[in-house]
């Protein structure tokens, strides 16, 4: 059956517009409500957001919605989402929602889902809460005095803060450290830089005054440049990227080099695996991490399994096979011993651990392998099944086999924007560019034609 709501990260659109708009919303609350309230699950619900404007909005239609089912509601303020994850748990709710559309741009906003738990929701649930959305909910709404109450909460970041502290070997400081955070203006802007500083490092940051419509804007994991910049001025030691929602991580060594999620899963799968603590004897990542990943940890007795785009499927990998580390090359890393989800101020604390135990640079830490050529680009969409027409169809496979046993080749229409991305990778760097080009090129004359 398809999704008319959900995408691979929850539900995600431009802000007032379908289907992020307040009765959508709503009707989002009041569905999920009544689905936990009917199976027996308790009456508390907290909401997280990042600092998107539409977040104001998006809030109180989500409470409005809750309430009306009878559900209480705890509102915790600009937070990161592995802190909803976190406090779902420790606050003994039965729904966590976090507003915010991760590393997208202001104008987009979203709803992510948690369960009691702390994971996401289930493809199945995720199907019943939409039959619900689309059915008339007015006759099982919560009565007259049953109506929930809502409430903000004062203070839970702190218990993330030190939540995220003692994921560190106990009496490690980071004392000596210089280190440049980019909160890129998002949920993070307080979280980062106090628990960096709280563990002795002097701490730098930029991108932490956010207006509302300046999240993501040219900073955090997806635009470096200002960080490498200022990690150049301050003659930092790194710098840490996270995105709008703090859920992924990049870093940046003492010499303006980026390091991505691949290289940072690479340091934590060997360092966890000298420690003994590595489960699953491997690592899983999904389809888009570079070869050189997947030779490297072959070449220390681990493998690596991987999964379709999307931290959900990596997260169910784990759970499913037993692994506690997992993740994304764009920095989304999901260390279960810790988290349910991606969290990338955990992540960055646990190289910075290896860092300290080794007093080596980050440079030196962080490069385990040398990449294998890659090349991804996307092509924008404009409606259609343009990976079903029979001229795409036979440039991939072409691709595939000017590419061989030597490479990879891996086309797939983006789960929350109107793109194909097309990415290649492989020993040869022209051929690589040269497989890619060509896909592209015959997916945007179709996209023209049509």
Same mark, same amino acid.
């Given at each position: 059956m398809s999704r008319k709501y959900f995408g691979t990260d929850g539900i995600r659109g431009k802000a007032n517009s379908f289907p992020m708009t307040p009765d959508i919303a709503m009707k989002v609350g009041m569905a999920v409500g009544l689905l936990f309230r009917e199976t027996g699950q308790g009456k508390r619900v907290v909401i997280g957001k990042d600092t998107r404007l539409s977040g104001y909005m998006l809030e109180n239609a989500l409470v409005a919605g809750f309430t009306a089912t009878g559900m209480d509601v705890f509102l915790l303020g600009p937070i990161p989402t592995p802190a909803v994850a976190m406090l779902c748990r420790s606050l003994r709710a039965d729904i966590g929602v976090m507003i915010s559309a991760s590393h997208n741009p202001y104008y987009d906003n979203g709803i992510k889902l948690f369960g009691p738990d702390g994971f996401k929701l289930s493809d199945?649930?995720? *199907?019943?809460?939409?039959?619900?959305? /689309?059915?008339?909910?007015?006759?099982?709404?919560?009565g007259n005095g049953e109506i929930g109450r809502?409430?903000?909460?004062?203070?839970?970041?702190?218990?993330?803060?030190? =939540?995220?502290?003692?994921?560190?070997?106990?009496?490690?400081?980071?004392? #000596?450290?210089?280190? @440049?955070v980019d909160c890129a203006n998002g949920a993070a802007y307080k979280v980062a830089p106090s628990a960096l500083w709280e563990l002795g490092a002097d701490v730098v940051t930029i991108n932490d005054e956010p207006n509302g419509v300046n999240i993501n804007e040219d900073c955090g994991s997806t635009h470096p440049v200002g960080l490498i910049k200022k990690v150049h001025e301050v003659r930092a030691d790194l710098g840490i990227a996270l995105d709008g929602d703090a859920d992924r991580v990049l870093m940046v060594d003492g010499d303006g080099n980026v390091i991505d999620g691949d290289q940072l899963m690479a340091v934590i799968a060997e360092s966890w695996t000298n420690a003994g603590r590595l489960t699953g004897k491997g690592i899983v990542a999904t389809v888009m991490s570079n070869l050189g990943l997947e030779r490297f940890l072959s070449d220390i007795g681990l493998t690596l399994a991987r999964t379709k785009v999307g931290d959900r499927y990596v997260v169910e990998h784990m759970r499913e096979h037993g692994f506690n580390v997992g993740g994304e090359q764009s920095g989304h890393i999901v260390l279960s011993d810790f988290s349910t989800t991606g969290d990338g101020l955990v992540s960055a604390l646990q190289i910075l651990a290896v860092m300290q135990e080794q007093q080596r640079p980050l440079s030196e830490v962080c490069r385990? =392998? /040398?990449?294998?050529?890659?090349?991804?680009?996307?092509?924008? $969409?404009?409606?259609?099944?343009?990976?079903?027409?029979? $001229? @795409?169809?036979?440039?991939?496979?072409?691709?595939?086999?000017?590419?061989? $046993?030597? #490479?990879?080749?891996?086309?797939?229409?983006?789960?929350?924007?109107?793109?194909?991305? @097309? *990415?290649?990778?492989?020993?040869?760097?022209?051929?690589?560019?040269?497989?890619?080009?060509?896909? @592209?090129?015959?997916?945007?004359?179709?996209?023209?034609?049509?």
């Open positions: 199945e649930l995720e *199907m019943q809460i939409e039959t619900l959305i /689309e059915a008339d909910m007015s006759g099982k709404l919560a809502a409430k903000r909460v004062e203070g839970d970041i702190y218990r993330y803060t030190e =939540f995220a502290k003692r994921t560190l070997p106990r009496n490690l400081s980071l004392a #000596g450290l210089r280190i @440049v385990k =392998f /040398e990449p294998v050529p890659q090349l991804l680009k996307n092509v924008r $969409t404009t409606g259609g099944k343009p990976l079903e027409d029979i $001229t @795409v169809k036979s440039a991939i496979e072409d691709g595939r086999d000017r590419l061989g $046993t030597a #490479g990879r080749l891996v086309i797939r229409p983006s789960g929350t924007e109107p793109l194909i991305r @097309v *990415m290649a990778e492989g020993d040869d760097r022209t051929l690589v560019e040269a497989v890619v080009n060509d896909i @592209v090129s015959v997916i945007s004359g179709i996209r023209t034609a049509a």
